[in-house]
């Protein structure tokens, strides 16, 4: 029998008693008496593990994200010691077949171009004159625009060429440049070592000058 058992059949037997005897009027609150002075229940240490008690369970860790590594950085040098980058993943055969094509096709193209092909800068003792980005397709037709170092951020100041023609040795073009009058002219020819001179005519004025790549 457990101890509440036990407490609980003294206080029984009490009542029972009590119920029998004449009641006393200097009495008046035995029961309560007898509940103030039985000691208090305690619970079985059985009773407590039935009814899920403090029970020392483990701790539940929670488990961290995945620690991702460092990204490729792409055309750039990695190393063997340098462990902040990851190297990029060789190029598969599609993209080896890929590229092949594009700088075989940039080979070909610059392969076509003529040797005026760029841009150009025809100065005189004075100074710069005209700058000219000519397009030569190497098959005798030249194409391209000129502007005006003199006149920089002019909207007049630059243009497309009306007339290119390349016989041989020599060069002629021909362009309107406002706010000259009429057509400026200039005409050159190319010496063996590869240097291009002649004149350049404006407003009817005719000036030395020299071309060259710039």
Known sequence: MSR??????????ALLA???????????????????SAPAPSVDTEEEEADGGDLDLPEVSTPQA?????????????????HAVTPEPPLGPAERNYEA???AGFAAAQ??????EGRWLVRSQAGPLYAFQFIDSGAGTLDGAWSDPRRPGS???????????RTGDRLVLGFEAPPHR?????????????????????????????????
């Open 155 to 165: 909207l007049s100041g630059s243009g497309y060429l009306r007339s290119a023609s």
């Open 182 to 214: 009429g057509p400026v002219r200039l005409q050159l020819r190319v010496d063996p070592a590869g240097q291009w001179t002649g004149t350049l005519t404006e407003d009817g004025v005719e000036v030395a000058v020299r071309m060259q790549r710039d």
């Open 66 to 82: 995945g620690r991702q590594g460092p990204a490729s950085v792409p055309g750039q040098r990695v190393i063997v010691d340098d």
């Open 4 to 13: 509440l058992s036990a407490v609980a059949a003294v206080v029984l037997a």
């Open 18 to 36: 009590l119920a029998g005897a004449p009641a006393r009027a200097q009495d008046p609150d035995l029961i309560g008496d007898l509940l103030k």
């Open 101 to 103: 094509r594009l700088r």
């Open 111 to 116: 392969g076509r171009q003529g040797a005026l």
